[in-house]
């Protein structure tokens, strides 16, 4: 199992940017995939979950939105009207289970991407 995000980068407040992970392994249509980020001098929060539905925090509901593409076994975090306090590194991950947990937390997934880096300028 690999996952593989990129497509962070540098945005005005206001922005928009569309994340990918790219997944190998599993198929990413079968089973429970979650981003995660990581700010600086915090810890680790869980920002969405998805399998069948999606489950989105308080923090990013209405801005951001996932989406996956079966072919390219690709998930895609498209974030909207980005705040400052969005930047963060931002992480996928699964743990190879259908549906999501109950909560979004670090430790019910096993299998972590590398990261990307998220910079929201005021």
């Known amino acids: 199992v690999q996952l593989q995000a990129s497509g962070g980068g540098v945005v005005q407040s206001g922005g928009s940017l569309r994340l990918s992970c790219a997944a190998s392994?599993?198929?990413?249509?079968?089973?429970?995939v979650a981003w995660f980020r990581q700010a600086p001098g915090k810890d680790r929060e869980g920002i969405v979950c998805t399998d069948t539905n999606t489950y989105y925090e308080t923090s990013v509901k209405g801005r951001f939105t996932v989406s996956r593409d079966n072919a390219k076994n690709t998930m895609y975090l498209q974030m909207s009207s980005l705040k400052p306090e969005d930047t963060a590194v931002y992480y996928c991950?699964?743990?190879?289970?259908?549906?999501?947990?109950?909560?979004?937390?670090?430790?019910?997934?096993?299998?972590w991407g590398q990261g990307t880096l998220v910079t929201v300028s005021s």
């Open positions: 991950a699964t743990d190879l289970s259908l549906r999501c947990p109950p909560a979004t937390l670090v430790g019910h997934f096993g299998s």
């Open positions: 392994g599993f198929p990413v249509r079968d089973y429970a």
